[in-house]
């Protein structure tokens, strides 16, 4: 009964996925999608309180697990090479696959690209998003602010929390848009690398010699 009703998740992600990758976000109806899964409106409301509830499913799973990874890393990593090797790790996990949607030309799209190519088309995803990735920041100075030994109120983890955040924001907006102007740009997780490498030639004073 378990294995079918994750079968059937899959499914309904599947679809989802490709509808909204084909034709658009909000011009993707609850019952296009059910109509191509082969399932009743009640099967989907069973495993999806809402359309963007389905369409984040990825996004928050991928953010779940980077603070996960994230938590699990040695202290003595400065922020870059946190980053670098808490991408690889999703990567490892499956985040890099063909079991994602992919581009024009084959690659797969990340959650976080996804995200942001539906917050784009709809303001309730914004939204959504945007109370994610607050709470993504919240989380991160927090175990910055716990690396670093500083006490509650200091500033300093909220920057370099900031500057991971941002990162993100500038590789897959970057990426969703390069993709739109029917570009081929390299994986977003690539893009976030090389702009937290920029960032972090500031962070890294505050990382090693917090004032």
Same mark, same amino acid.
């Not at 079918?4 to 034709?23: G, V």
């Not at 999703?90 to 690659?107: I, K």
């Not at 914004?126 to 670093?148: D, H, S």
């Not at 390299?186 to 090693?208: H, M, N, Q």
């Given at each position: 009964m378990a294995r079918k009703k994750a079968l059937t998740r899959a499914e309904i992600i599947r679809c989802a996925s490709e509808l909204f990758l084909a034709q658009g976000y909000e011009a993707t109806s /609850?019952? !296009?999608?059910?109509?191509?899964? !082969?399932?009743?409106?009640?099967? %989907?409301? #069973?495993? %999806? &309180?809402s359309k963007a509830d389905l369409a984040l499913t990825h996004f928050h799973g991928w953010v779940d697990d980077l603070l996960s990874i994230a938590r699990g890393?040695?202290?003595? +990593?400065?922020?870059?090479?946190?980053?670098? =090797?808490?991408?690889?790790e999703l990567a490892s996990r499956g985040y890099v696959s063909s079991q994602l949607p992919q581009d024009n030309e084959g690659n797969p799209i990340l959650p976080i690209a996804m995200a942001v190519l539906f917050a784009e088309q709809s303001p309730e995803v914004a939204g959504r998003i945007y109370q994610t990735l607050v709470g993504t920041q919240r989380a991160l100075a927090a175990l910055f602010a716990e690396r670093l030994g500083l006490p509650p109120g200091s500033f300093e983890p909220w920057m370099i929390a900031s500057?991971? /955040?941002?990162?993100? %924001?500038? =590789? /897959?907006?970057? %990426? =969703?848009? #390069?993709? +739109? +102007?029917?570009g081929n740009?390299? =994986?977003?997780? !690539? #893009?976030? /690398?090389?702009?937290?490498d920029g960032i972090t030639s500031g962070l890294g004073r505050l990382w &090693?010699?917090? !004032?």
């Amino acid at each position: 009964m378990a294995r079918k009703k994750a079968l059937t998740r899959a499914e309904i992600i599947r679809c989802a996925s490709e509808l909204f990758l084909a034709q658009g976000y909000e011009a993707t109806s /609850v019952q !296009d999608i059910t109509d191509m899964a !082969d399932i009743s409106p009640g099967t %989907f409301y #069973l495993h %999806f &309180s809402s359309k963007a509830d389905l369409a984040l499913t990825h996004f928050h799973g991928w953010v779940d697990d980077l603070l996960s990874i994230a938590r699990g890393r040695p202290t003595g +990593e400065t922020p870059d090479q946190m980053l670098v =090797a808490t991408l690889e790790e999703l990567a490892s996990r499956g985040y890099v696959s063909s079991q994602l949607p992919q581009d024009n030309e084959g690659n797969p799209i990340l959650p976080i690209a996804m995200a942001v190519l539906f917050a784009e088309q709809s303001p309730e995803v914004a939204g959504r998003i945007y109370q994610t990735l607050v709470g993504t920041q919240r989380a991160l100075a927090a175990l910055f602010a716990e690396r670093l030994g500083l006490p509650p109120g200091s500033f300093e983890p909220w920057m370099i929390a900031s500057g991971f /955040v941002a990162s993100w %924001f500038a =590789a /897959v907006h970057g %990426f =969703a848009a #390069l993709l +739109e +102007e029917g570009g081929n740009p390299p =994986a977003p997780d !690539d #893009l976030a /690398v090389r702009t937290i490498d920029g960032i972090t030639s500031g962070l890294g004073r505050l990382w &090693s010699e917090p !004032d």
